[in-house]
């Protein structure tokens, strides 16, 4: 009973705000334009602040682990390797390709990983998560422009390599990573108002991104995608997580370690996924389901693998 009030805990305030978001946007007080509105501002200002205080509140001697950053490392290299060498074969239209890929290896990480495993753990213990988002959110960026550059349709125009270096470190989360990072490592401690401040305002970021995806998920036009967004979110929720998390099991990952590279793995597609497909000539109506398909079931498999996992002792 224990293990499923756990499980249940997890995934149902991430319920709620969702649903809060459909709502809103139901009743018309949630439009297309005022939740990009907002989702950009989230994405510029307070889930920077989220990535950067749990990044900066880290103890190393505690918390870094190179088996973890290690092992979702392989993961993220080998499946995409995997999605390069199969996608292509199976999607056919070029303004798809990269979409799919991006989808099976760019996971929703920051706002799922920190928020999961503050719930299990508690508030100031989600060091590992943070580490990982400090090492995968970049990568994992650099991986999606690099994807949908390449895929690019025919005729859609190019985009420089010097744009290409300038989105990337321009990237607010990346900035915040980098800026985080220099301060742990180099020992430099901000001033308490300061901190105080950047607490207060990363308290925004989880509430207020789930809520915009709620108010984002929309299930129209399936049909036109339908076996493309099937096998898609097949690889990515089931897979996918399958897989890597049996690997992990079995390599002796436990506890914190083990929740962090459950998130990581078993989390939905990217929101920010959509916004940089459209942005780079993409199939923006495929990402975008995409991003709804994976974010629903996401809450019932993030639910039944962290009621095995706590059934089985494992966190």
């Known amino acids: 009973m224990e293990s499923f009030l756990v499980a249940l805990g997890v995934v149902f305030p991430m319920l709620v705000m969702m649903a809060s978001g459909v709502i809103l946007r139901k009743t018309g007080m949630a439009d297309r334009p005022l939740v990009r509105r907002v989702d ?3 994405f510029h200002l307070f889930l920077p602040c989220l990535l950067f205080y749990n990044i900066y509140n880290v103890d190393l001697a505690q918390d870094f682990s190179v088996e973890v950053l290690a092992f979702a490392a392989a993961g993220l290299v080998l499946s995409l390797a995997l999605s390069l060498l199969i996608v292509p074969r199976l999607v056919h239209r070029r303004d798809q390709v990269g979409v799919v890929v991006q989808a099976i290896v760019r996971s ?15 508030e100031g213990n989600a060091g590992v998560a943070a580490l990982l988002s400090a090492v995968v959110v970049p990568a994992m960026n650099v991986i999606a422009v690099l994807l949908l ?51 207060t305002m990363s308290r925004v970021a989880t509430p207020l991104a789930f809520t915009m995806l709620g108010a984002t998920l929309s299930l129209e036009g399936l049909h036109r995608n339908r076996r493309v967004l099937v096998w898609t979110c097949l690889a990515r929720m089931v897979l996918l997580p399958a897989v890597a998390l ?20 078993a989390a939905p597609t990217a929101v920010s996924s959509f916004t940089m497909a459209q942005q780079m000539g993409s199939d923006g109506e495929l990402a975008a389901q995409l991003v709804a398909l994976t ?21």
């Open 40 to 42: 950009a501002i989230n």
């Open 246 to 265: 049996t690997a992990a099991v079995a390599l002796g990952f436990r506890g914190v370690e083990l929740t962090a590279l459950m998130v990581f793995f």
């Open 149 to 199: 550059e390449y895929w690019r349709p025919e005729g859609s125009g190019r985009v420089s390599g010097k744009k290409l270096v300038s989105g990337i470190v321009t990237n607010p989360l990346i900035i915040a990573s980098a800026l985080a990072l220099l301060l742990l490592f180099l020992g430099i401690r901000l001033p308490a108002m300061v901190v105080d401040v950047v607490a």
């Open 108 to 122: 929703n990480f920051v706002m799922f990983g920190l928020a999961v495993t503050e719930y299990i753990y508690g």
């Open 295 to 315: 974010s629903g079931l996401s809450l019932g498999t993030i639910f039944l693998i962290t009621f095995l996992f706590r059934s089985m002792g494992l966190l």
